[in-house]
T-cell receptor, first 114, second 114 residues
Framework: NAGVTQTPKFQVLKTGQSMTLQCAQDMNHEYMSWYRQDPGMGLRLIHY???????DQGEVPNGYNVSRSTTEDFPLRLLSAAPSQTSVYFC?????????????FGSGTQLSVL | AQSVTQLGSHVSVSEGALVLLRCNYS??????LFWYVQYPNQGLQLLLKYTTGATLVKGINGFEAEFKKSETSFHLTKPSAHMSDAAEYFC????????????FGTGTRLTVIP
């Protein structure tokens, strides 16, 4: 089982560039989410989705867009990268059965914006 | 609103000593509580979770945590630290809302001294 796959693992962008972080899961999970991890701040929720065609904002959504056209994929788009978006990004998924199901995390994408 | 406070961003213990990582939460409704572990350059893995029922929860790798409602705490313990326990540990809370959104603490980095 591949689980949750994130690509790329590392990325360097210039301010103002756009890019898409890819996330795919092969577990048929309905719920997917994106977090960013910054030193001293833990993980903060950016966007989440409870099924194909359904997305919603998390704690820190500004500067990011998402879409969920299939159950498997949940890409995160940076439309105009800023240095404040330098972070490690984690995608996670789980079956939607209330809140007791655990999240499966990808291995992360380390993004630097110069 | 809900939040998680982890006391101590760095904790050092000797190999074989007790591990105690502190977590306090605030929540307007009964929470679900989690501990996750993150090894270097990896995603997060679930250690244990409390949803309902028994307040003492046992997880993987010999860790356990006790939910104390009166103290709004969910401290993580392990009787005897092992070198392989060196990692970053995150406490998280979610609400029983049907979505799997987790709110994470800022993390505690555990160092195990030989």
């Amino acid at each position: 089982n591949a689980g949750v796959t994130q690509t790329p693992k590392f990325q360097v962008l210039k301010t103002g560039q756009s890019m898409t972080l890819q996330c795919a899961q092969d577990m048929n999970h309905e719920y997917m989410s994106w977090y960013r991890q910054d030193p001293g701040m833990g993980l903060r929720l950016i966007h989440y989705s409870v099924g194909a065609g359904i997305t919603d904002q998390g704690e820190v959504p500004n500067g990011y867009n998402v879409s969920r056209s299939t159950t498997e994929d949940f890409p995160l788009r940076l439309l105009s990268a800023a240095p404040s978006q330098t972070s490690v990004y984690f995608c996670a998924s789980s079956p939607v059965v209330g809140s007791e199901e655990k999240l499966f995390f990808g291995s992360g994408t380390q993004l630097s914006v110069l | 609103a809900q939040s998680v406070t982890q006391l101590g961003s760095h904790v050092s213990v000797s190999e074989g000593a007790l591990v105690l990582l502190r977590c306090n939460y605030s929540s307007s409704v009964p929470p679900y509580l989690f501990w996750y572990v993150q090894y270097p350059n990896q995603g997060l893995q679930l250690l244990l979770k409390y949803t309902t029922g028994a307040t003492l929860v046992k997880g993987i790798n010999g860790f356990e945590a006790e939910f104390k409602k009166s103290e709004t705490s969910f401290h993580l313990t392990k009787p005897s630290a092992h070198m392989s326990d060196a990692a970053e540990y995150f406490c998280a809370v979610s609400l029983q809302t049907g979505a799997n959104n987790l709110f994470f603490g800022t993390g505690t980095r555990l160092t195990v001294i030989p």
